[in-house]
Nanobody, 126 residues
């Protein structure tokens, strides 16, 4: 069992930056692929970014490329999402997720993840 706790959300003006963190319990963090998803009111959950456990290879959603950066520190059981140049349309609840044996392609699908955090709210004002 893996427990995930997100932090770092908040209110920021358009053009600002935020860094989200997600800390996992357990001793096998490095074996998990980690992903970030977001969900805005009335919309479906959307893939944001993912990072493989072994290779550290990353993949991003199209609207996040060049603005968001996912990284991980396996010594701290933590994955980060650095969000720059935020836009009002980035407003959502952001969730981190963990999954085993996820390829880069599979990382885009929320159903491929085994564990989810409770989410953290990000609000970008115009």
């Amino acid at each position: 069992q893996v427990q995930l706790v997100e932090s770092g959300g908040g209110l920021v003006q358009a053009g600002g930056n935020l860094r989200l963190s997600c800390t996992a319990s357990g001793r096998t963090f490095s074996t998990y692929s980690m992903g970030w998803f977001r969900q805005a009111p009335g919309k479906e959950r959307e893939f944001v970014a993912a990072i493989r456990g072994s290779s550290g290879r990353t993949v991003y959603g199209d609207s996040m490329k060049g603005r968001f950066t996912i990284s991980r520190d396996n010594s701290k059981n933590t994955v980060y999402l650095q969000m720059n140049s935020l836009k009002p349309e980035d407003t959502a609840v952001y969730y981190c997720a963990a999954g085993l044996l996820i390829t880069t392609t599979q990382a885009l699908g929320a159903h491929n993840y085994d564990y989810w955090g409770q989410g953290t709210q990000v609000t970008v004002s115009s």
